[in-house]
């Protein structure tokens, strides 16, 4: 286990809702990062956190956005809600710097958009 | 655009045998490369990383290798059991960026 977690790990949501997805990184991590991974296909990069600011961003709308809280927990909040978003949404945290670019996910939230 | 892409969506091996996963790049200025290994239900497990400045690096039975001539990367994993099976990702860190692109997955099946 990596020891990110996330919560809630399911979420059925209906469209134009919004939804706050929840992770806690690693010990001794001050990064986390966001994905998106629809099914059958690898991840795709929603952006990251560091220093509780965004810190790249992957081609994403901005009704997605974060926050990164002193402790480097996050939140990932989608607004207008749409069925394109249902997906496993991952969490990683890392730490920043070269040589910390190994990614530490969580086991993901499961949101079903109906 | 930018991808990572892998050659064979699914690979069937004999457990006991070696298996050979490959992916190919597109970004020529990608300085790091990593292996996540991802179950049913779980969030990508880290397997293996290489810098662009290696061409080969060894884990416990498995190794990655990195051939930036052709943009290329493998992953093999040595007497494959079947604990192995699993969706396997490489993805890219392109240089100056905070992100890893990954490819849309291998799967490999180990049978008895």
């Known amino acids: 286990e990596t020891g990110v977690t996330q919560s809630p790990t399911h979420l059925i949501k209906t469209r134009g809702q919004q939804v706050t997805l929840r992770c806690s990184s690693q010990s001794g991590h001050n990064t986390v990062s966001w994905y998106q991974q629809a099914l059958g296909q690898g991840p795709q990069f929603i952006f990251q956190y560091y220093r509780e600011e965004e810190n790249g961003r992957g081609n994403f709308p901005p009704r997605f956005s974060g926050l990164q809280f002193p402790n480097y927990s996050s939140e990932l909040n989608v607004n207008a809600l749409e069925l394109d978003d249902s997906a496993l949404y991952l969490c990683?945290?890392?730490?920043?710097?070269?040589?910390?670019?190994?990614?530490?996910f969580g086991s993901g939230t499961q949101l079903s958009v109906l | 655009g930018e991808s990572v892409g892998l050659h064979l969506p699914t690979l069937s091996v004999q457990e006991g045998d070696n298996s050979i996963i490959n992916c190919a790049y597109s970004?020529?200025?990608?300085?790091?490369f990593i292996w996540y290994k991802q179950e049913s239900g779980k969030g990508p497990q880290f397997i293996i990383d290489i810098r662009s400045n290696m061409d080969k690096r060894q884990g416990q039975r498995v190794t990655v290798l990195l051939n930036k001539t052709v943009k290329h990367l493998s992953l093999q994993i040595a007497a494959t059991q079947p604990g192995d099976s699993a969706v396997y990702f490489c993805?890219?860190?392109?240089?100056?960026?905070?992100?890893?692109?990954f490819g849309a997955g291998t799967r490999l099946a180990v049978h008895p």
């Open positions: 993805a890219e860190k392109p240089g100056g960026y905070n992100k890893l692109i």
């Open positions: 990683a945290s890392s730490v920043q710097g070269r040589g910390n670019e190994k990614l530490f």
């Open positions: 970004n020529s200025a990608s300085d790091y």
